[in-house]
């Protein structure tokens, strides 16, 4: 007869929340599972009412969606909680921005909404920003024109099993060059394919297209994630949750 853990089950999720925080400063170099463990810490501090998987080894119910690469900031990491009480999604918010450290801040939290979807399925691009500093402007606008106007870029990209050979043109929706107190930006839009296409693979792709290579370290941040809209820029992935939000919400527990 299998085991069973002793003890009541565990309480229900009654509430889904989502999420959006940043990733700034020195906590850039920060990674995804060292941020995953501040943001667990920072719930417990908060007294954040979390919902936990059932069985021997009981977890909080957390997803954690397209994390950005270790080195590159953010101001568009999400992840999703359930709740074994309600609450009010902004007192969650303040009560958790409140107990992180700086370079984590808590901008947005709205309740998942039934029948409007999944988050990870809004997910599916990112907009980059690139401050190139040391690279002439003219320079990058060749160089990305060049990328443009090709139909493949194979570059080689460092994966767990070692090198991989990648299309990062395939990825590639859209790219702008603007610049900035002397400095060369560049704006790019991708869409998150399998493997993930980001950042060092847009600039190995303007190496192999232009031979361009930045004399100092390219700065990279996340402005945003959701799907592709029409003009192939990255919509709000939490809209159809406030979208569908027409009636007022049921009473919830403060923070």
């Known amino acids: 007869m299998a085991r069973t853990p002793d003890g009541p089950p565990p309480p229900p999720t009654v509430q889904r929340l989502r999420l959006r925080y ?16 501040a943001l667990e810490r920072a719930l417990r501090r908060a ?25 590159a900031a953010s101001e568009a990491e999400y992840f999703e909680i359930g709740l074994s009480a309600r609450c009010d999604p902004e007192a969650v918010r303040v009560a ?11 901008l947005e939290c709205v309740e998942a909404v039934e029948g409007s979807g999944s988050l990870a399925d809004r997910l599916d691009a990112t907009r980059w920003r690139i ?22 870029v ?6 767990k099993n070692g090198l991989k050979d990648i299309d990062a043109r395939e990825a590639v ?25 980001r950042p060092d693979d847009v600039m190995a792709a303007l190496a192999v297209v232009a031979d361009l290579r930045p004399p100092l370290p390219p700065r990279a941040v996340r402005e945003a994630q959701g799907r592709l809209d029409d003009s192939g820029d990255v919509a709000d992935p939490f809209g159809p949750d406030r979208a569908v939000r027409s009636s007022p919400q049921e009473e919830s527990t403060p923070v």
Do not use: N, W
């Open 47 to 71: 007294q954040v009412p979390m919902a936990f998987s059932a069985g021997f080894s009981p977890h909080p119910k957390i997803s954690y969606m397209g994390a950005a690469p270790t080195g």
């Open 96 to 106: 958790l921005d409140a107990s992180l450290p700086p370079g984590i801040d808590v």
């Open 131 to 152: 401050d190139l500093p040391g690279v002439d402007t003219d320079e990058l606008v060749a160089a990305v024109r060049e990328l443009l106007s090709r139909d493949v």
């Open 154 to 159: 194979t570059v080689a990209k460092r994966t």
């Open 173 to 197: 929706v859209g790219a702008e060059v603007t610049e900035e107190a002397g400095c060369a930006i560049l704006t790019v839009v991708v869409r998150q394919l399998t493997p993930t296409v």
């Open 22 to 37: 940043t990733k700034r400063g020195p906590l850039r170099f920060a990674s995804h599972r060292d941020l995953a463990r």
